[in-house]
């Protein structure tokens, strides 16, 4: 019996096309997944946990291969803006449970709970390269002492511009500081919202400060009328290029072409922590199915199609690889975002009544951005 050349042909092409669409993802990435935690403390992983453990009222910075944390003390009286160090290696050790154990849900939260007491023990008895210490007194006078030397403020004299009174209970920060000034940030929760978060900024030796509201409005009009330009250093943290500019908050971007500055945390993007990406519509509940993009924050904001990387969330896929007995997903919440590191959490409705089950998904680019790797493991996140 003789077969027809052009149906054996027309049948080739149309089983290679329905092969090529059940190997390449919805938007061309190739999906693997891996059942648990990771096999090693990767740099982003690192970040992550180092970040995640960090406590209230306390900034994080890196410096080479430590870790710095200026904590403002509560419980101290008075309180106090401390800081602590460890180094990467310390930080690794600490962590590494995580890698062999058989529970990484109740291993990580015991890790991250403990991580103050256990890794913050030590406060710095010197002060940490350029960073101010400062008391906090009960009647709002700080004093502050830098590398040059020790002063005494009257916060409700300097700052009575700002309607900061005696009896208002402020939380203190010093987010940035160089060999010249410091950022002091002030945190006032009596106020009202003009007034609520206060940035001072301010010579090491004393002789020169400029305070201004938080405010995003006045905060912009302050940068617009060079009031700030004594301490560009502490206000702008990271160019992205010519035009737009990442502040030190991370979570504000300065348009100077257009003298506007833009609020990432107020888009439809989720951004990450240090306000360099966003996940395209990463705010959405639950996160949709299918290709999610990420861009880089200028490309965001110029509202273009040019694309840093993307992740594929197929639910069923997810719910199959688990075992849960689910009719679809409940909740789908982004938890953490920085550049090669996202980490979401799942919650899949049963089929009658309450959910089916639970997860967190790590999608880790640090390998291959085009086709990333995604861990499918529990740790409490959500």
Do not use: W
Not at 330 to 351: C, H, R, T
């Amino acid at each position: 019996m003789k077969i027809n050349k052009s149906l054996i042909l027309v049948l080739m092409c149309v089983l290679l096309l329905f092969a090529c669409e059940n190997n390449s993802g919805k938007g061309g990435t190739q999906v693997t997944y891996r059942i648990g935690f990771p096999e090693e403390i990767s740099p982003a992983l690192m970040e992550f946990l180092i970040s995640y453990s960090t406590p209230m009222y306390t900034d994080l910075f890196k410096d080479g291969d430590k870790y710095i944390y200026s904590k403002f003390n509560i419980k101290k009286t008075p309180e106090e803006i401390e800081y602590y160090t460890n180094t990467e290696e310390q930080a690794i050790k600490y962590f590494t449970p995580l890698i062999n154990t058989d529970n990484p849900k109740n291993t990580f939260i015991d890790l991250t709970k403990k991580f103050e007491a256990e890794m913050l023990k030590t406060k710095e008895n010197e002060l940490v390269h350029f960073y101010p210490e400062a008391i906090l007194e009960d009647n709002n006078t700080i004093t502050i002492q830098t590398i040059e030397g020790e002063k005494s403020i009257n916060l409700v004299e300097e700052l009575a511009a700002f309607d900061l009174q005696q009896t208002d209970e402020l939380v203190v920060s010093i987010p940035a500081a160089n060999e010249q000034s410091f950022f002091l940030k002030i945190n006032n929760a009596h106020a009202e919202e003009v007034n609520q978060y206060i940035y001072v900024y301010m010579n090491q030796d004393f002789t020169n400060y400029t305070a201004v509201s938080g405010n995003i409005e006045l905060f912009n009009e302050s940068i617009n009328k060079g009031k700030l330009d004594s301490f560009k250093e502490l206000v702008f943290e990271t160019e992205l290029n010519d035009q737009y500019t990442v502040l030190t908050d991370r979570n504000r971007v300065v348009d100077k072409k257009n003298k506007i500055i833009h609020r990432l945390n107020g888009e439809t993007g989720f951004p990450s922590q240090d306000g360099k990406y966003i996940i395209l519509q990463g705010k959405d509940e639950p996160l949709a199915e299918g290709v999610h993009r990420i861009q880089r924050t200028e490309d965001y904001l110029e509202e273009n199609e040019q694309y840093y990387a993307e992740f594929e969330l197929n639910y069923e896929e997810i719910s199959n690889e688990l075992d849960f007995k689910s009719v679809g997903i409940g909740l789908a919440d982004i938890v953490y975002f920085n550049e090669d590191f996202v980490i979401l959490y799942l919650n899949f409705k049963a089929a009658i009544t309450g959910t089916a089950g639970s997860t967190n998904v790590i999608v880790d680019f640090q390998e291959d951005r085009e086709n990333p790797t995604i861990y499918l493991v529990d740790l409490g996140l959500h």
